[in-house]
């Protein structure tokens, strides 16, 4: 009994000093501001996607839902998860209003596509944190 309980506690210590649910992926959180600085609020409820290649040379993406604070929170299989290392694209995807109708997109339409999002992050084998400027709307 006594082996088992200390396999689970080096098991346990692990995860807790990798700092990530599952071998290989790793904690990506961030937040996206306007050009002053202020939390994007308009974006509550919309998502964030975000694609690349894993050290392990496999494509993958992952996503992550928007809150009233511009904040957000990547996973790819399932929340918690986190993402995987490398270098990736960002985009900002559009809420739907209803199962056939997108909202209004407050967002210059660049952040639409991976392409020409401009938007982009390195992840490393650590928690990491993200801040993006994004322009609203008709603004330059």
Same mark, same amino acid.
């Given at each position: 009994?006594? !082996? ?18 599952? +071998? ?24 964030? +996607? ?61 952040? !639409?596509?991976?392409?020409? +999002? ?23």
């Amino acid at each position: 009994m006594r !082996r088992v309980a200390s396999g689970l506690m080096i098991c346990l210590v692990a995860l807790v000093s990798t700092g990530c649910g599952r +071998s290989g992926f790793y904690p990506a959180k961030g937040q996206f501001v306007d050009a002053t600085g202020a939390p994007v609020t308009v974006l509550e409820g919309f998502e964030v +996607s975000l694609e690349g290649k894993g050290q392990d040379g496999k494509d993958y993406s992952s996503i992550g839902k928007i809150d009233a604070q511009g904040r957000f929170e990547l996973f790819t299989d399932r929340p918690g998860d986190g993402v995987p290392m490398g270098e990736c694209k960002i985009l900002i995807q559009p809420k739907m209003k209803d199962s056939e109708r997108e909202a209004p997109y407050p967002l210059n339409p660049r952040y !639409r596509t991976f392409e020409k +999002s401009g938007l982009t992050a390195k992840v490393e084998p650590k928690p990491n944190e993200f801040k993006f400027t994004v322009e609203l709307k008709g603004k330059n």
